[in-house]
Structures are given as structure tokens and as C-alpha cells.
């Protein structure tokens, strides 16, 4: 389970991720990270926080962010909010290590979900040229985090319109959206 002060790795993306403040320790208002990249980090594809703001505080190094297909690259020092439902990427395409403190308000269950995400691709199911875990968990992820994050375009109506249908098959073949390996075993999701 997520509390202040734990970090988890995600070797695909170059991210360290250092939760500062949690869902419980901010009543649900806000939840707070610090992700540390290496140079040439970056996530694969753009993503949405359908019912969350997004601020990036750039801490050190500077980072390069998409926003509804306009790039900026910010630096230390600098402040990046992205509203509630745009489409974004960010990354570090640059020669030096980056790191941002990140806030999305409201906190919703994002914890669980980079938990469970980053500990996908540390045990090796995700892939590493997509950074996309199998269909089934993917979809399955996509469902159960649907009101946290989603995709823009096309692909997220899609993704959208699979998950009540696909979502009871994964959890047939036995995937989750939270495993007791990466968050707290006796908390389960229901969705």
C-alpha cells in the first residue's frame, strides 16, 4: 500500500517514483509524487486524467510535455498544469537525469494504480517497446482505473467501450487491477 516516503521503479519508462504526500494522508484531496527520470525517459503514449488536474513542478533538470498537441519543455523551477481530461505525454528527452513533483487533485485511487503498473513492468509483463501490458490486462486496467486514467481520441473510446465487456474474461483468466505483490493484500477493488 502506498504511504509517504515509499518508492517504486519502472524500468521501462526510466521513472522513480517517490510517493510525498498519499490519498490518506490528504483526506482524498490531493495525492503527491516525486518522479525522478532518467535522461530519455518517457511514457510511450498520451493519457488523460478524465476527472483530475495534473501539476508538474519541475525540481530539477527539465522536462519536455505534450498538452492537447502543444509541446513545451519546462524548466527547473518552472510550473506546468495540465486540466482536468487533456490529453498529455511528457518525458525527459534530454542528456541529464529530470525530476518533477507531480500533484493530481483529487487523489482518487492513482496510487494503486502505479503501483500496480510499475510492479507489471518490473516482473516483466509489459512490453517493453509498447509499455503496454497483455490485451486482457490492459483493458482490464483501463476499466477498473477508468474515473483515474484513460487515453484520448479514438483509442480511449475504444478502450472505454471494451472494458465492461472484456474486464469479467480477465478476471476469469485471473488478472487484476491491484495484486497483493505491489499494493496492500488485504485491500481489494471492487468495480
Known sequence: MAHVGKTIDHPLSGE??????????????????????????????????PR???????????VQIVTNGKTRIAEAGETVIVPRGAGHVW?????????????????LDLETFFETWFGLARDGKVNPRTQIPSF???VLLAH?????????????????????VVSPLARA???????????DPDVTRSC
Open 52 to 62: 483530475a488536474e495534473e501539476r508538474f513542478e519541475v525540481a530539477e533538470g527539465r
Open 16 to 49: 522513480r517514483l517517490t510517493f510525498l504526500e498519499t490519498s490518506a494522508t490528504t483526506g482524498g484531496d490531493y495525492l503527491k509524487i516525486r518522479l525522478d527520470m532518467t535522461p530519455g525517459g518517457s511514457l510511450p503514449r498520451p493519457h488523460t486524467h
Open 91 to 107: 518525458g525527459n528527452p534530454f542528456d541529464d537525469p529530470a525530476a518533477v513533483v507531480v500533484t493530481v487533485n483529487p487523489a
Open 173 to 183: 483468466r485471473g488478472y487484476r487491477s491491484r495484486y497483493p505483490r505491489y499494493s
Open 136 to 138: 486482457l490486462q490492459a
Open 144 to 164: 477498473d482505473f477508468r474515473a483515474e486514467i484513460g487515453m484520448p481520441g479514438l483509442a480511449g473510446v475504444a478502450f472505454r467501450g471494451l472494458g465492461p
